[in-house]
């Protein structure tokens, strides 16, 4: 079954064409307008989308070597994100689903994410124990049977991937600041700073990274700007290390505790090399096997928004062609 995927929840115009757990395409086009603001500005995106959705998918279609014609769905991303973005992505599909007459499914963004640990991958299936972590969410997610969820712990504020570009933006370095962080981090020392472990020990799954963020902010205010310059891998380093410890032990501890074999990491924080290596090694110690998505597939892409969808339609639940954008949607059946 061949799927358009589209996704347009946030500053990435996104178009991919599957076939079953084949990515086929999967064009990207980040906006860069973003750049000179140190985040995403909500007006800018929406008609960056409108300049891009055409041209984007024409490239999918172009690189699957695809027509329309051959398309048996269309799945796009309705929530949750930026209201203006997420309208432009529905209504471009839901144009072409009416003049293809083929069935079309609104995707819930975070269901993408999870859907990512599918692509290429024929012999992943559920259940697992999911950890959803990107620039708006942190999340554990029961992932019991395809489209079957059940969220058993998240943040209580800040999302992990906020966390680490609000704490690259102190110490002015690019946005989005996950990446640069984890690459300076690799020669810095991880037991520099003592930096908090927010909700270790209190017997739940869910989240804080407000005051990780606030302790960086306190630290970096008693060191002058010769000591962050000489000392700026190691304060990378030891943030870093204090934010991905607590996803590898609550998350291990949610796979112990409703007895599941199989983790799975998704969003863009799961690009990050040591959650990466210190999930697979603590993993181990319990026999737990370990799922990560290609790094091509951790940041906003729509192959996994097709991926979802495939998934959909496949079982009947499409969507009709009121579907409207939901900025605040959670992850529910
Ligand atoms: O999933 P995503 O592309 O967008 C959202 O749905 O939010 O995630 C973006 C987030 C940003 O906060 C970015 O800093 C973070 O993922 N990120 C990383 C890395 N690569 C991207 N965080 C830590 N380490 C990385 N290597
Ligand atoms: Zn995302």
């Given at each position: 079954?061949?799927?358009?995927?589209?996704?347009?929840?946030?500053?990435?115009?996104?178009?991919?064409?599957?076939?079953?757990?084949?990515?086929?395409?999967?064009?990207?086009?980040?906006?860069?307008?973003?750049?000179?603001?140190?985040?995403v500005?909500?007006?800018?995106?929406?008609?960056?989308?409108?300049?891009?959705?055409?041209?984007?998918?024409?490239?999918?279609?172009?690189?699957?070597?695809?027509?329309?014609?051959?398309i048996?769905?269309?799945?796009?991303?309705?929530?949750?994100g930026?209201?203006?973005?997420?309208?432009?992505?529905?209504?471009?599909?839901?144009?072409?689903?009416?003049?293809?007459?083929?069935?079309?499914?609104?995707?819930?963004?975070?269901?993408?994410?999870?859907?990512?640990?599918?692509?290429?991958?024929?012999?992943?299936?559920?259940?697992?124990?999911?950890?959803?972590?990107?620039?708006g969410?942190?999340?554990?997610v029961?992932?019991?049977?395809?489209?079957?969820?059940?969220?058993?712990?998240?943040?209580?504020?800040?999302?992990?991937?906020?966390?680490?570009?609000?704490?690259?933006?102190?110490?002015?370095?690019?946005?989005?600041?996950?990446?640069?962080?984890?690459?300076?981090?690799?020669?810095?020392?991880v037991?520099?700073?003592?930096?908090?472990?927010?909700?270790?020990?209190?017997?739940?799954?869910?989240?804080?990274?407000?005051?990780l963020?606030?302790?960086?902010?306190?630290y970096?205010?008693?060191?002058?700007?010769?000591e962050?310059?000489?000392?700026l891998?190691?304060?990378?380093?030891?943030?870093?290390?204090?934010?991905?410890?607590?996803?590898?032990?609550?998350?291990?501890e949610a796979?112990?505790?409703?007895?599941?074999?199989?983790?799975?990491?998704?969003?863009?924080?799961?690009?990050?090399?040591?959650?990466?290596?210190?999930?697979?090694?603590?993993?181990?110690k319990?026999?737990?096997?370990?799922?990560?998505?290609?790094?091509?597939?951790?940041?906003?892409?729509?192959?996994?928004?097709?991926?979802?969808?495939?998934?959909?339609?496949?079982?009947?639940?499409?969507?009709?062609?009121?579907?409207?954008?939901?900025?605040?949607?959670?992850?529910?059946?």
């Open positions: 079954m061949k799927i358009l995927g589209i996704e347009t929840s946030c500053d990435e115009t996104s178009a991919a064409v599957l076939s079953g757990d084949e990515v086929l395409s999967n064009v990207i086009s980040s906006q860069a307008v973003h750049l000179q603001f140190g985040g500005v909500p007006e800018l995106a929406s008609r960056a989308h409108v300049r891009k959705i055409v041209p984007i998918v024409d490239e999918a279609m172009k690189n699957a070597e695809t027509n329309f014609s051959q048996e769905g269309i799945a796009v991303t309705y929530g949750p930026l209201v203006g973005a997420l309208l432009v992505g529905i209504n471009y599909a839901k144009g072409l689903a009416m003049v293809l007459k083929k069935p079309f499914a609104g995707i819930n963004h975070i269901e993408g994410h999870i859907y990512s640990n599918f692509l290429g991958k024929s012999n992943f299936a559920p259940p697992f124990i999911c950890l959803v972590v990107s620039g969410h942190t999340m554990i029961l992932v019991e049977d395809h489209l079957k969820y059940r969220v058993m712990g998240k943040t209580r504020d800040d999302a992990v991937g906020e966390a680490f570009d609000k704490v690259a933006k102190l110490l002015n370095l690019p946005y989005p600041g996950g990446p640069e962080i984890d690459n300076l981090a690799k020669n810095g020392n037991t520099f700073v003592k930096f908090p472990r927010a909700l270790m020990k209190e017997k739940s799954f869910d989240f804080s990274y407000s005051g963020k606030t302790a960086v902010l306190n970096l205010k008693k060191i002058t700007g010769h962050l310059k000489e000392n891998s190691n304060i990378c380093a030891s943030f870093q290390q204090a934010a991905v410890e607590v996803l590898v032990y609550k998350t291990i796979a112990r505790t409703y007895q599941m074999r199989q983790i799975a990491v998704c969003g863009g924080v799961a690009a990050n090399s040591l959650l990466r290596t210190l999930m697979k090694d603590e993993a181990a319990f026999n737990l096997s370990v799922n990560f998505p290609a790094l091509k597939y951790c940041t906003d892409n729509a192959a996994m928004i097709a991926r979802a969808g495939l998934e959909r339609i496949k079982q009947g639940y499409g969507s009709t062609l009121d579907l409207n954008a939901y900025p605040s949607l959670q992850l529910g059946r």
